[in-house]
């Protein structure tokens, strides 16, 4: 099956677009105030009713930010996490204690941003579909040829999305690849060994490219060149949260 990839988003915040025989499926929204640029965008391509699944890698603001006006504009059904339904009703980036920014360069992004607060979500249950283990694979159910993988570290409600076929990963902030992070770590993590994990994981797909939202897509030979760093890796408070 060949699925296509659209990308019309930026390289600070990725909007990508994956087109299917069943239809569009979104991975993540992005910042509050951005929908109208993101409609514009999308409707060049095809009319936003043709938009059948948002898959949410997790809640932050950057990645939720204009969730509730795409599903107020489409009957599209989020694929998220069970943590990430209740931390979408808050409207707030959520921060697990010993949570950090992963170097002293990422710690400087707490002087520029420090409001990480979206329009909350309350998810209807007939619009939600929870991966609650990596036993639930709604994608596969419906024919496509989508793995959903767990990949906590970055938030406890990070998944990723997995194309075997193709050897395509799409990981959220599991990884980045932008100016401000360095060797391919996102710029906030909560759980370093859990980060570690997810990247051991990422690595036993041996996938071929991996897309971050954050950043060019890289190959995974950079998983394993910077893996290391993780083994002593000290977490930076800051003013507030991550990116």
Not at 22 to 44: M, N, S
Not at 213 to 235: A, E, I, M, Q, V
């Amino acid at each position: 099956m060949h699925i296509k990839i659209h990308e019309i988003g930026g390289y600070a915040v990725r909007n990508y677009l994956l087109e299917t025989p069943d239809g569009i499926i979104a991975i993540d929204t992005g910042y509050a105030g951005q929908f109208p640029a993101f409609r514009a965008k999308f409707e060049r391509l095809w009319p936003l009713s043709e938009l059948r699944h948002i898959f949410l890698t997790h809640h932050h603001d950057d990645h939720s930010g204009f969730l509730g006006e795409l599903m107020a504009s489409t009957d599209a059904k989020v694929i998220l996490h069970p943590l990430a339904v209740e931390y979408l009703k808050t409207g707030q980036s959520h921060e697990k204690p010993g949570a950090g920014y992963s170097s002293f360069t990422a710690s400087l992004f707490s002087l520029v941003k420090k409001d990480f607060s979206f329009p909350p979500v309350s998810l209807p249950p007939e619009r939600a579909i929870i991966v609650e283990t990596e036993d639930d694979q709604p994608f596969e159910e419906l024919g496509l040829p989508f793995r959903i993988l767990h990949l906590p570290g970055h938030t406890d409600d990070s998944i990723g999305l997995f194309l075997p076929q193709t050897g395509e990963l799409f990981c959220g902030d599991a990884a980045m690849n932008a100016v401000i992070s360095k060797a391919r770590h996102t710029i906030w993590i909560e759980d370093v060994a859990e980060f570690h994990r997810s990247w051991d994981k990422m690595l036993s797909l041996d996938p071929g490219k991996i897309y971050p939202s954050h950043g060019n897509p890289f190959p995974p030979k950079d998983l394993s060149r910077y893996r290391h760093y993780l083994d002593c890796k000290t977490l930076i408070p800051g003013i507030k949260r991550r990116n």
